[in-house]
């Protein structure tokens, strides 16, 4: 390689690197917003007059639509059930945006909110944000990064150094931007099946930005550092738990559709050096921007499509039997010994409560907002840290190509909760007795 073309690829690596850093994690103020670069293009779009409307009601049509057209629909029993309980999206979106139907239905909490809050910012994020995805994933960054990191991710969490990203990406970020990412690089062939499960169940949370909402209900922003900050080092904790027992312990190490794979190399001399050479590499050997770019569009929009019709039928039906069924009453007995172990003054409540957050993360907040302070913060760092649930995360994970079956997120949820449950107990005691 010449001096000018490896300039020419390390100035690539660098701008481009520079753009994909700026829009996916650095928050500037708009107005009275702050927030990443990528968050304002969503918001100002969906200000457009009637694009929700719109938007939303195509996407779910078409997506609905799509796997009987392509014979997709049938391939697995999976696939087969939800294809059918997906066609329920049609009349939901429909009764939302002409508000016809039910009243309960049409409460601000139910069908609204899964419609305006959920799937029309998640399916508008995830296009967007593939328009850029080439400048993180496309031309050295992860690679750079993962050199350095390789000796934090790997022992703890058993993923790649690259996966660092990821896990920054969802708390700054969200969950849906966390996912593109990960299911962009899996099928790139830089993550394994296993490390890719890894990764989805175990950094694709909620960002910080709804962390404040769950914070202002809980009333806890008077402490925002101390229920930030450890409710990141909780929900880390147990992703490092969770990647060393069933299911994920046993899921397969193999590469998307048996390609190669990418496999990160241990570091003995320079890694400033060898991160350098291993970003111009990637740099040099990517294809164009805009070809990159229309790539990653074109599989942004398919997994919009995949999506829109899960998030609206899935999360809708899981907030109808949280608000209408005994089941989650039923569910919280699971997590009733826990609660009660580490002497929360609510313990039924507080297992309850931690068990409609399979149906939707925000659920439990309201049910203890006015718990005592120790209830209240066990509950607000259980609501981030289990990560799994079907208004969005659960429908988006099953959007994209990462190995995971619906026993698995069930599995998985009962896991994370458990373990938040206990591992947030001396965070809770310290709370109580030192910072309120």
Same mark, same amino acid.
């Given at each position: ?149 390789r000796p934090i991710m790997v022992p703890i969490w058993k993923t790649p150094g690259k996966s660092a990203v990821d896990a920054v990406a969802s708390f700054v970020g969200s969950y849906s931007l966390a996912l593109l990412i990960t299911n ?49 080092? &909780?929900?880390?904790? =147990?992703?490092? @738990? ?5 299911? /994920?312990?046993?899921? !397969? *190490? ?72 005994? &089941?989650?009453?039923? =569910?919280?007995? @699971? ?5 009660? /172990?580490?002497?929360? !003054? *609510? ?90």
């Amino acid at each position: 390689m010449t001096s000018n073309t490896r300039s020419k690829d390390l100035t690539r690596f660098v701008l481009y690197s520079i753009i994909g850093i700026f829009m996916f994690f650095v928050p500037i103020k708009i107005g009275e917003t702050s927030t990443i670069p990528l968050d304002h293009i969503v918001t100002f779009i969906q200000s457009i007059p009637f694009y929700k409307e719109t938007y939303g009601l195509i996407l779910i049509f078409v997506g609905v639509i799509r796997p009987f057209i392509n014979k997709t629909w049938n391939k697995t029993k999976v696939k087969t059930i939800f294809s059918l309980i997906n066609i329920l999206a049609i009349p939901f979106a429909v009764m939302v945006v002409f508000n016809i139907g039910p009243e309960g239905l049409l409460a601000d909490n139910m069908l609204p909110f899964i419609f305006g809050k959920v799937a029309v910012p998640v399916t508008t994020i995830v296009p967007v944000g593939s328009v850029f995805l080439a400048f993180m994933v496309s031309y050295g960054l992860m690679e750079f990064i993962g050199v350095f990191m390789r000796p934090i991710m790997v022992p703890i969490w058993k993923t790649p150094g690259k996966s660092a990203v990821d896990a920054v990406a969802s708390f700054v970020g969200s969950y849906s931007l966390a996912l593109l990412i990960t299911n962009r690089v899996y099928k790139e062939g830089m993550y394994t099946g296993k490390e890719a499960a890894i990764i989805a169940t175990g950094f694709s949370t909620v960002s910080a930005a709804f962390m404040i909402i769950v914070a202002k209900t809980l009333g806890l922003m008077d402490h925002w550092n101390f229920y930030f900050w450890s409710t990141v080092v &909780i929900t880390f904790i =147990v992703t490092a @738990i969770t990647a060393r027992i069933f299911p /994920l312990r046993t899921k !397969p *190490e193999e590469y998307y559709e048996g390609i190669s794979g990418d496999v990160e190399q241990d570091v003995t001399g320079s890694k400033w050096n060898y991160a350098i050479n291993e970003a111009i590499t990637v740099s040099k050997n990517a294809p164009s921007i805009i070809e990159n770019t229309k790539n990653n569009l074109k599989d942004g929009l398919g997994l919009a499509f995949n999506m829109a019709p899960s998030l609206m039928a899935v999360g809708s039906l899981g907030l109808i039997i949280a608000h209408y069924t005994p &089941i989650f009453d039923f =569910v919280g007995y @699971i997590f009733l010994p826990f609660t009660w /172990l580490i002497r929360l !003054p *609510e313990p039924l409540l507080a297992a309850k409560a931690a068990s409609t957050t399979i149906a939707e993360m925000f659920l439990a907040a309201p049910i203890v907002a006015e718990a005592s302070m120790a209830t209240k913060y066990v509950i607000g760092v259980v609501s981030i840290s289990e990560i799994l649930f079907f208004s969005a995360s659960i429908p988006a994970m099953m959007a994209t190509e990462i190995p995971l079956k619906m026993s698995d997120y069930f599995i998985i949820w009962i896991e994370r909760v458990i373990l938040s449950i206990l591992i947030a107990a001396p965070f809770m005691y310290v709370f109580i007795n030192f910072i309120i």
